[in-house]
């Protein structure tokens, strides 16, 4: 499910499940993005990143979707442990290699 | 060693304080930066350093002020800060104009009294 207004919004899975977690960016000459995952008490940590001249990218156990025509990333996590509860945050960069905004956060919520 | 140091993890100040925050990095990386994060929100970009020299400053109030001493080391130095400065505190540090990920330390946890 998810939440609105003042929190941020959450999606809960069942572990095992594949879970989709989305972004809107907003700037179109942004040509660099990257998800990371932050858990409670720590610092972003890196995912994945995609550059604006491609539309998807594998990693492990993770892909990246970009459509640049409406300005939107996606996370996909196949077969979410429950490792994988944390806030995730999709960022852009603004300036080349210099300017990481980041986007508004999901929370992740994996039931065993 | 791909890490982002961040000392102190924790700090608790009084607005007439002056204390300085932290950060290390090794990664030969010549691109830092300073983050703000309240609770429930995303990191805000507040300081970028490129090559040791301030590139990006998003109009953040003068009572902080960063320092970067050496391309391994960057500093947030806090005076007269104010209760809804409490935040948490985040460095990074990545290569300059290379598009590639930036590195976050742990963060500082930073309460003001």
């Known amino acids: 499910g998810e939440s609105v207004g003042l929190h941020l919004p959450t999606l809960s899975v069942q572990e095992g499940d594949n879970s989709i977690i989305n972004c809107a960016y907003s700037?179109?000459?942004?040509?660099?993005f990257i998800w990371y995952k932050q858990e409670s008490g720590k610092g972003p940590q890196f995912i994945i990143d995609?550059?604006?001249?491609?539309d998807k990218r594998q990693g492990q156990r993770v892909t990246v979707l970009l459509n640049k025509t409406v300005k939107h990333l996606s996370l996909q996590i196949a077969a979410t442990q429950p490792g994988d509860s944390a806030v995730y945050f999709c960022?852009?960069?603004?300036?080349?290699?210099?300017?990481?905004?980041f986007g508004a956060g999901t929370i992740l919520r994996v039931k065993s | 060693d791909t890490e982002v140091t961040q000392t102190p993890k924790h700090l608790v100040m009084g607005m007439t304080n002056k204390k300085s925050l932290k950060c290390e990095q090794h990664?030969?990386?010549?691109?830092m930066y300073w983050y703000k994060q309240k609770a429930k929100k995303p990191p805000e970009l507040m300081f970028v350093?490129?090559?040791?020299?301030?590139?990006i400053n998003e109009s953040v109030p003068s009572r902080f002020s960063p320092e970067c001493p050496n391309s391994s080391l960057l500093n947030l130095h806090l005076h007269a800060l104010q209760p809804e400065d409490s935040a948490l505190y985040l460095c990074?540090?990545?290569?300059?104009?290379?598009?590639?990920?930036?590195?976050f330390g742990q963060g500082t946890r930073l309460t003001v009294v």
């Open positions: 700037n179109s000459a942004s040509d660099y």
């Open positions: 350093y490129s090559y040791e020299k301030l590139s």
């Open positions: 990664m030969g990386h010549r691109a």
């Open positions: 960022a852009e960069d603004m300036e080349y290699g210099n300017k990481l905004v």
């Open positions: 995609i550059r604006s001249n491609m």
């Open positions: 990074a540090s990545s290569q300059e104009y290379s598009n590639t990920e930036a590195f």
